[in-house]
């Protein structure tokens, strides 16, 4: 009963996606026509988003981001902004020049998708939540600091009147893809996650926390499987029940924990996470203890 109890509580924390008012919970509305285009859409290049997401997850990267190339383009490999982007992913040639992309291959669906895997670690790398990272995809790093800034905020709910409309729209465009397909909970998650800090663990006596200064910890909640950790991390499960001696009888008992992992390990973690949370919610729920 009380592993069906965290479950609960896990859940209802998994759901609770920040908000400032009722503008940032419209984000949220998707009439029935657009949630229709958004899935005929996909149907009609079925063979493009099946390459799209398995090289996403291939390298570690949520299914759902298959949505950016949807709002971006609709998976058109020709189109060409009115700001010259071009391709399924519309890199722009600054953009591409970065990433070593030849401006003729923005057009060309392998390599411009191995690049946008780079683009979109490294911006999850520093951002930590997809929601911006669609974000700063759509106008830059810059204007994304710089809305963060002014808001005194790295919660997009609380700096995203400070961006552009345009990209405002974008954000909403993809969050309406996300519901669309049935993933608006995995984004939900990621942006809940992603409000607790990681921090490094001060030398303290607390009863159960490691205080090995080489650990590092995120909170998480009870919708999160241990096992499914360890198996995702490819770890020992003998060094993650050192690192965690009690993670499993707090998310029991509270709905959520702190997980310990060495530092050089939780980025891979963050990077994983939506994997993680997908393999945990697809595990039988007990009915009872």
């Known amino acids: ?14 759901l609770s996606f920040p908000a400032s008012g009722t503008q940032f919970n419209g984000l949220f509305q998707v009439s029935a026509d657009q949630a229709n285009y958004y899935r005929s859409v996909i149907r009609e290049n079925k063979e493009i988003v099946q390459f799209i997401e398995h090289t996403l997850t ?3 990267l949520p299914r759902m981001l298959r949505n950016l190339a949807l709002i971006e383009s609709g998976f058109n490999k020709q189109s060409v902004s009115s700001a010259q982007a071009g391709g ?11 990433y070593g992309l030849q401006s003729k291959d923005r057009f060309d669906i392998y390599k411009s998708t191995q690049t946008v895997v780079k683009s979109l670690k490294d911006l999850y790398a520093k951002y930590h939540d997809w929601v911006t990272v669609v974000a700063a995809y759509n106008c830059g790093e810059g204007n994304v600091d710089k809305a963060m800034r002014t808001a005194q905020s790295d919660r997009y709910h609380l700096y995203y009147t400070y961006l552009p409309k345009e990209t405002i729209g974008h954000v909403r465009k993809f969050i309406a893809a996300c519901q669309a397909t049935n993933e608006l909970s995995l984004l939900q998650a990621d942006y809940h996650t992603a409000g607790y800090k990681i921090k490094s663990p001060r030398r303290q006596n607390t009863k159960g ?4 200064p080489s650990l590092t910890y995120c909170e998480v909640n009870g919708a999160f499987d241990t096992e499914v950790i360890i198996e995702v991390l490819n770890i020992s499960a003998a060094d993650f029940n050192r690192w965690n001696p009690s993670v499993k009888t707090e998310l ?3 709905g959520i924990a702190r997980i310990y992992l060495p530092v050089d390990l939780m980025p891979d973690f963050q990077l994983q996470k939506n994997v993680i ?3 945990s919610l697809k595990k039988e729920i007990p009915a009872h203890e």
């Open 58 to 60: 291939r390298n570690g």
């Open 88 to 98: 399924v992913w519309q890199f722009t040639t600054a953009h591409s020049d970065h």
């Open 277 to 279: 949370l997908s393999r």
């Open 1 to 14: 009963m009380k592993k069906l109890l965290a479950y609960i509580i896990g859940m209802v924390a998994l």
């Open 209 to 212: 926390h490691p205080t090995d």
């Open 252 to 254: 029991q008992e509270k």
